[in-house]
């Protein structure tokens, strides 16, 4: 969600579906003629010269169509962002690329609209209890974000109110798009990118739905109450409705902040492994995970800011409105990976992969058996085997440098070394949202600069070792450097 920005605004978001449908339907029709026209031109140069012009091609297609998306704003903007963030292994790079070239609007609604919103979901008489800002902190594709202060006890909250019309427009949205992606012919149209499509349907859903959304994030408030090194916003229910999330203001810096950076690496690296037993509890306990990485999701609250007594460095954690339940025929297989992966079980590893149907017991021996090795590669900075990590990721103390290490760029490049692209298959959207999530963790952890062992916590949750519980004493006041 974008920050404040004054002026700029909008007296109403578009959701009108059918001049959506027909403005998508335009580009898409354009984008699909120019393909054709590209492909009739293109069919006596040689095949190198082919590929590099349909890729030049699909590049400039997707840019064209991208624009448009951007023009309609509401969830057609949001689809795409998600698209573009869970879509790799159903679009082309190309597409992808420019799909990320979205932003969040930053154009918001101006205030007599939302205040239209706030009278129409919470009453007039409650509304007069507050003193609301009108000029927005944050806007985004669905919604924007007002402070606000209660008259009586000088309360600070926030307001999350979500654009007329948005959620109506989801599934027409999504429908559009589809269809825009399909007359582009930018996409090979199957029963797995039909499965992924419905995936981001319920999630476009569970992002407008802010009754499930204040629901979730109460839960976790109450999960991670004992818990010193997190903030949950408290939802004031009787200001919030279908439309409206009251919470609580909770103050603090961006994750990239130079604050946070000028911390010792001591509390830094204790923010990560917070992170990341946050993640193994999600996954191993809750069964229920953030699926969105977004950096905007997290602040960091410092010790001693803004409030005598707090003691300890804190992740704020906001936006639960891509909290997804997992089933455990899903989470076993995804355990075990991890377990035998942890073990250096390659054939259980690969057993896992094969549940999970991502892979084929009828491939090579030799690619099943490279598959799995790219699959345990993942979890270098939780492995025993130390001697195996590379020189430039070890600081002095043999602590793993998250940021050095570079882990991500190395997978992938293992993985394209090899053969297995040739027999990869689409795994089930489920893999693909908590892939996408534990990349989140480890660039988060990386962005902090931390350097750490994750080993121990991730024996902790697979074989019970260590205290229940939370340490936090590394992120204590007394160690601010």
Known sequence: MSSR????????????????????????????????????????????????????????????????????????VKIGQVMALYGEHFLPEEVTEALHTLEDQTTSLEWSAIERVLKAEIGSEQLAELEIDPEPIGAASLGQVHRAKRRSDGLELVLKVQYPGVADAVDSDLNAVAQLLRVARLVSFGPEFEDWLEEVRQMMHREVDYRLEARTTEKFRQMLKDDPRFVVPRVLPEYSGGQVIASTYEHGHSVSADVVRELSLERRSALGKAALELFFRELFDWGEIQTDPNFGNYRIRIAGEQGKGVEHDRIVLLDFGAVQSYSREFLDPVIQMIRASYENDLNAVIDGGVKLRFMNTDWPKEVLEKFGQVCMSVLEPLSSDHKSWPDYAVNSKGQYRWKQSDLPSRVARQAARSAISRYFRVPPSEFVFLNRKLIGVYTFIAVLHSEFNGEPLLRKYLYGEGDDKPDASATSQITKA
């Open 5 to 76: 920005r004054s002026g700029n605004s909008v007296s109403r978001i578009k959701t009108g579906s059918f001049e959506r449908r027909l403005s998508l339907t335009r580009a898409g029709l354009f984008a699909g003629t120019r393909v054709a026209s590209h492909m009739a031109t293109n069919w006596f140069s040689s095949k190198e010269k082919r590929d590099e012009r349909h890729r030049a091609m699909l590049s400039k297609q997707a840019h064209l169509l991208v624009d448009e998306l951007g023009k309609l704003k509401g969830s057609v």
